[in-house]
Structure formats: structure tokens, C-alpha cells
């Protein structure tokens, strides 16, 4: 039962070439490290008429962007200029070797952490600490525990007058307690019967902390049980002391990591999503049950209110202490290691340009579409340096176009956390520490992976993989980009344009692109990133490709594949502007227009981008098996079940288990390896 992950990469170049640009008006004299010099001064303008023709449905933006995209009075498609631009720059860059003009640098992923990780204990210094005072989502001030305890969470909703629930204070038979030895040599204390004769509900601690009052007794904190498994489930509880720790400006960075590893979590994305309404004023509560029900949890939104309860790990300096660490559960997440623009993960000449810079110079992508350094202000004025792009984008149309109104599959940013996936030089082999994830940045698998390069996603249509599933037996197979019934985070009322007219004919947008000042070879090269088909057929062991690019939203869904051609052409010199007239643009990029670019920008992956960007880059058989990893067979294609992917990474991230034993490490394919399904979920 394989499966083809939706989106593979194109390799990084060796290297980013930068020269200096042309400018606006033509060097007066051209030397040697100017783009293109040995052209001379010619530089020309034009305009080219282009058409896309739909080949899957075009995702048009939920919200109140969907005017700008769609009349309904005309069924008029729009996409705006700016849309297009995007999606041919991000091409030419690729295609060109352009330096990663849209990229976070200090992007550090967050993970997981593993279960054999989880060892806090005294020994560690983690304590549980009550909020009792916070401000903007935040602890501002924190009242420590101690007698750290782990109680049978059963037990305690059976001898409990009320749910129990994270932020009660319950007076506890905590001296009861028994130490048990574990299994890394370290010691818990643990409670598997407890007694309860007093419980302060939340909203009576909340009232007693606002009014300044004293507050005596235990608290606990209840968490998701998901990672648990078998395992008794128990809450950590701890009783509370007279020592507050007010927070003050030296624990701001490890506020700033608890708010970072809260990003990715599901709470905060439902929060987000709208699904938990009030979530910003104060806290809200997701039910654990494990047939009954255990009690009641705060969802993990990245913000703290009074009455919460957290794990705290403060270092103790000579001027006091300091906030070191900050988790909401034993089992929660932690931050990876090696920002993505670090020299680890890409470094060399690969950032984005820097016009500012004197010197530097430009990648051609960057000649050509213009260039912004917004860490350079100019003090006089406050503005940004940069160079401005040569090349202007038209609105793409179509009229009298088919539509449907769907609920939308869920989709989330792009966060290349999954190593196996982003990252390649990765080791999965045993002998690492017990519990080394191989798969999380920063593991002892991680000695300098670097990232994959620009990522793609393979074409593949949806309505006709659901047609295959559907005749193969999957009752439920609806298209990748529909909900499916139950399935969180979905978006309701997302408009898709048919690739199809209502009379059979396709779906064909049309619009312009303006090109003010190139030089010839620039000229070639834009051309060739509108229609990359201009690159495919001038290459012998490539003619039998068919390019398409992506318009639209939804791409991880199989929308808004389209293929552009060129209507018309023109383009001029100055001299030509009020002289002969405008000529049409040679209709071809041959070998020796295509050397000429490279022997400037370096050898691009050409190989391995045209697969990606192949209507017919994955066989038939291929193509239906496109989806993130899916829990369930086939024949389950279309449900909420099959849809969720999280097993599949936590069954192959290579973690390093207890004598020498290891979990699987599967990493994804080359784009340009033959055999693109590899992996039996």
C-alpha cells in the first residue's frame, strides 16, 4: 500500500551567481561581471499576450479576498497580477539558480518530544507552578510547588465532587505518597490512591487570586492522553509553597520558546480556525476521557491565564532566579536546532540578495523582478533600498466560467519540520542516545543535513483519482481537496472554477506581461519561466514533457494546475519604439540561447524541476496513489481516517529506543529516482 507524497524538491544550485544589473536606462559600458555583457547595450521592451488553460479546478480564496477573484454576476475569474507574478518568479528562480528571495532564515522547527524523553523529576528541578497573575496571554507572576507526585488520574476523578480539572487546588493526601524506582535510574513519587477532602473549583481560585488571598492546597495538571498508549494514566500534582516567581525581562526568552513550540500545535490551529470561540480572553477546555471521563484539560493556544498550571525549570543565578524552561505537559514539545539560513542547513551564496550591498550585485532573478533589502533603511528617509523589478504582470480572466462552492480539505502553512522530508544527509542508523529522534532537526542524526531545495508539487487530478477510487471500490472517495465528514480544521464555502466550461471546452484564462529595458537573454528567460515548455522542448532528453504550472490555492490538493502558451509577442529597442515598430520575439529558445543563460546563472537542476512540473512526471498509477502518508488502506480513501497522517511520522522518525533498538527511517525519494512510491504505511 504505497502512496506518493504530494510535493518533492528541486535540488539547491552549487552556488547563486550575482552580477551587476543592467539598470534602467542601459550601462553606459559594459564590462566583464555585468549580466550578460557580452550582448552589448541593446536592451529591449515588449509585451506578450499569454493563455492558461485549466487542467485541474481552479481554488479561488476563501474570505473576503474572493471579490477581488470573482463576479458573480458575469462568473468572471480574476486572478490578480500580483498572483501570477508570484508563481512565475518563484519558476525563474528555480529554473535560473535565483538566490531564495521568499524564505525565513531563522526558521527553527518545533518537535515533539518522545515518550522516553520524558523523565522530569525532582532531579531535574521541574516544578509545577500555578499561574496568579498574567497580562497579553502571559505569566506575569508564578506561585512554585513542591512534594512533585503522580496520581492516578481514575482514581481521582472517582474520589472527586467534580470533574477534576487543570487549575483546581484540591487539599490532597500527598504524604502518602511512595517512591518508585524508574527504569533510567532515576525516581517519581507516585499516589495510586488518592484521597480528596477539599476541592477549590477553578473559578473560586481564579476569584481568590484576584482578590490578593491565600491560596493552600495541591494542584494537578490534566494533559492529552494520545501519546500514552497502554500506560497508566496519571496527572502530575504537587503541592503549593510560599515561593512566587514574578516574571521580569530576564525570562522573556523562555516566554518567547513557549510561545513558539505552542505554533503547531492542533489546539492553536482550531483556535485560529475559529473553532474555540473566546479563546483570547480567557481559557477554554477539551474533555480526556479513556472511556470515562478523566477530566478536564486547557487547550494548548500559546496563551496563559490565571488559574493555569504549568511546568516551570527556573536556574538559579547569583542575582536570583531565572525562567530556564516552560511546558504544558511532560509529553509536550521542544525546539529544533540549526536555523534554515544558517551555513548547516544552506548557507553559501544562496539568501536572498542584498541591493544595498556595494558590490554584491544581483541574481538574474533579481535583475529581473526586482530586488528589496528591508534590513536596509535609507536614515534620511526611511525608506528600504532596493531595485525595481522590469517586468509587469496583467490580471489573468476568464468569462462564463463553471464553479462549485465545496467545503475545503484542511490546509495549514508549510513547516518543513519532517526531516526525513526536508532535510537531506540524515542518519537514521542505531547507536545514538535512547530517545534521539533521527528525524527532528538538531537529533545526533542531524551532522549537517541540509535542506532539500525549492519544493514542487506534483500534478496530479484529484477528480480523476477520486474517479479511480470510486470504481475500485472506495465508497467514500471523494476528491483530496473535499472534507471529509468530521474532518477538523475544514473551510467552508471555498469557491473552485471547473477546468471545464459549461459547454465541454476548457477553462482558458488570458492576460498580459509587460517587460520594460532586458537585455536579449533576460528576455529568453522570462519567456521560458511563463512557459516553461520553451525549456522542455529544447532539450532532446526532455522534448517528450508537458510543463504546467500552478495558479490559484490548494496546490497540496491537486488545484490549479494550468498550462500557459503565448498568444503573441512583440518587443523593441528605443530606437525601434518610434522607428520600425515592434517584432515579434523569436518563438523558440534553442540550445544555444538556453547555453548562453546557463553559462551565466550555472547549471540548474532542469532535470529534476521539469519531472516536477510533467503533467505526466508520475505514471497513471502514480498519480492515484498521490497523498500525505495515509493511515488506512485505499479502500478507505476519501474519510477523516485515511486522511490522518500524524502515525505514519511517528512510526518512521528513527527514534533511538532501549537496547540498540531503533524505529524506522523513511526518507523521501529524489524527484528524479524512478520508483516514486516507496513506502508501505
Not at 500527598?174 to 476541592?199: A, H, K, Q, S, W
Not at 538556453?594 to 516536477?612: E, Y
Amino acid at each position: 500500500m504505497g502512496f506518493v507524497n504530494p510535493y518533492n524538491f528541486a535540488p539547491f544550485p552549487a552556488e547563486v551567481r550575482r552580477n551587476r544589473a543592467w539598470g534602467h536606462v542601459g550601462p553606459a559600458t559594459t564590462r566583464e561581471g555585468d549580466w550578460f555583457h557580452e550582448e552589448g547595450r541593446a536592451l529591449y521592451s515588449g509585451r506578450i499576450e499569454v493563455q492558461w488553460e485549466l487542467k485541474t479546478p481552479l481554488q479561488l480564496p476563501p474570505g473576503d479576498a474572493l471579490h477581488e477573484w470573482w463576479d458573480p454576476g458575469t462568473s468572471t475569474v480574476r486572478i490578480p497580477g500580483s498572483s501570477i507574478k508570484g508563481a512565475v518568479r518563484s519558476l525563474h528562480e528555480a529554473m535560473f539558480n535565483g538566490c531564495l528571495r521568499i524564505f525565513d532564515e531563522k526558521y527553527i522547527p518545533v518537535h515533539r518530544m518522545p515518550a522516553v524523553s520524558a523523565q522530569l523529576d525532582e532531579d531535574e528541578e521541574w516544578r509545577l507552578a500555578l499561574v496568579t497573575r498574567a497580562a497579553d496571554g502571559l505569566p506575569t507572576a508564578l506561585r512554585l510547588t513542591d512534594k512533585l507526585t503522580f496520581v492516578s488520574a481514575p482514581a481521582l476523578a472517582q474520589v472527586m465532587s467534580s470533574v477534576p480539572t487543570t487549575g483546581d487546588v484540591v487539599e490532597l493526601n500527598i504524604d502518602d505518597r511512595f517512591e518508585r524506582p524508574l527504569p533510567n535510574g532515576n525516581r517519581r513519587y507516585e499516589l495510586p490512591e488518592p484521597t480528596v477532602e477539599r476541592v477549590t473549583q477553578r473559578g473560586e481560585v481564579q476569584k481568590i487570586l484576584a482578590r490578593d488571598r491565600a491560596l493552600e492546597g495541591c494542584v494537578f495538571i490534566v494533559t492529552s492522553i494520545s501519546a500514552r498508549g497502554k500506560h497508566p494514566i496519571s496527572w502530575a500534582a504537587a503541592e503549593l509553597t510560599d515561593e512566587v516567581h514574578v516574571v521580569g525581562p530576564r525570562d522573556a526568552p523562555a516566554l518567547r520558546l513557549f510561545v513558539e513550540c505552542a505554533e503547531g500545535t492542533d489546539d492553536r490551529r482550531r483556535a485560529i480556525g475559529g473553532e474555540i470561540p473566546g479563546w483570547q480572553q480567557r481559557a477554554t477546555f477539551a474533555e480526556v476521557r479513556k472511556g470515562p471521563l478523566l477530566g478536564r484539560r486547557i487547550r494548548q493556544t500559546g496563551l496563559l491565564f490565571a488559574g493555569d498550571v504549568v511546568w516551570v525549570r527556573l536556574r538559579h543565578n547569583d542575582d536570583g532566579p531565572q525562567l530556564k524552561e516552560m511546558l504544558l505537559s511532560q509529553l509536550w514539545r521542544h525546539k529544533g536546532e540549526h536555523e534554515a539560513g544558517s551555513a548547516w542547513r544552506v548557507g553559501g551564496t544562496h539568501l536572498a540578495c542584498k541591493p544595498g550591498e556595494e558590490g554584491e550585485g544581483l541574481c538574474l532573478s533579481c535583475a529581473t523582478f526586482g530586488s528589496i533589502d528591508a534590513t536596509k533603511k535609507d536614515e534620511s528617509d526611511g525608506e528600504s533600498v532596493g531595485y525595481g523589478g522590469h517586468v509587469r504582470f496583467s490580471s489573468a480572466t476568464a468569462n462564463g466560467v463553471s464553479s462549485q462552492v465545496v467545503t475545503r480539505a484542511p490546509l495549514s502553512a508549510p513547516k518543513p519540520s519532517a526531516g526525513p522530508f526536508y532535510l537531506r544527509g540524515l542518519n537514521g542508523a542505531t547507536g545514538r542516545t535512547e530517545g534521539d529522534v533521527a528525524s527532528h532537526w538538531g537529533s545526533e542524526a542531524d551532522t549537517g543535513a541540509k535542506l532539500r531545495g525549492r519544493k514542487f508539487y506534483w500534478h496530479s487530478d484529484p477528480d480523476q483519482q477520486s474517479k479511480h477510487w470510486h470504481e475500485s471500490g472506495a465508497t467514500s472517495a471523494r476528491p483530496r481537496y473535499k472534507a471529509a465528514p468530521g474532518q477538523p480544521l475544514a473551510v467552508d464555502g471555498v469557491r473552485v472554477v471547473d477546468p471545464k466550461l459549461g459547454n465541454g471546452r476548457p477553462t482558458v484564462l488570458t492576460g498580459s506581461v509587460s517587460f520594460d529595458r532586458l537585455p536579449m537573454p533576460a528576455v529568453q528567460a522570462l519567456l521560458a519561466a511563463i512557459v516553461p515548455q520553451r525549456v522542455a522542448d529544447c532539450l532532446e532528453t526532455h522534448r517528450h514533457r508537458s510543463p504546467a504550472v500552478r495558479l490559484g490555492g490548494g496546490k497540496p490538493l491537486g488545484l490549479g494546475s494550468a498550462v500557459p502558451t503565448v498568444a503573441a509577442a512583440s518587443l523593441w529597442t528605443v530606437a525601434e519604439r518610434y522607428g520600425s515598430g515592434p517584432r515579434r520575439i523569436p518563438p523558440l529558445l534553442d540550445v544555444e540561447k538556453l547555453r548562453a543563460i546557463v553559462g551565466q546563472v550555472g547549471t540548474p537542476p532542469l532535470g529534476q524541476l521539469l519531472r516536477l512540473l510533467d503533467l505526466d512526471g508520475l505514471s497513471r498509477d502514480e498519480q492515484n496513489h498521490v497523498s500525505y502518508p495515509p493511515a488506512l488502506s485505499w479502500s478507505a480513501f476519501g474519510t477523516k481516517d485515511f486522511a490522518e497522517s500524524y502515525q505514519f511520522f511517528s512510526d518512521n522518525n528513527g527514534l533511538q529506543k532501549a537496547k540498540g533498538k531503533v524505529k524506522p527511517f523513511t526518507t523521501l525519494p529524489l524527484a528524479g529516482d524512478p520508483q516514486i512510491i516507496r513506502w508501505e504505511p
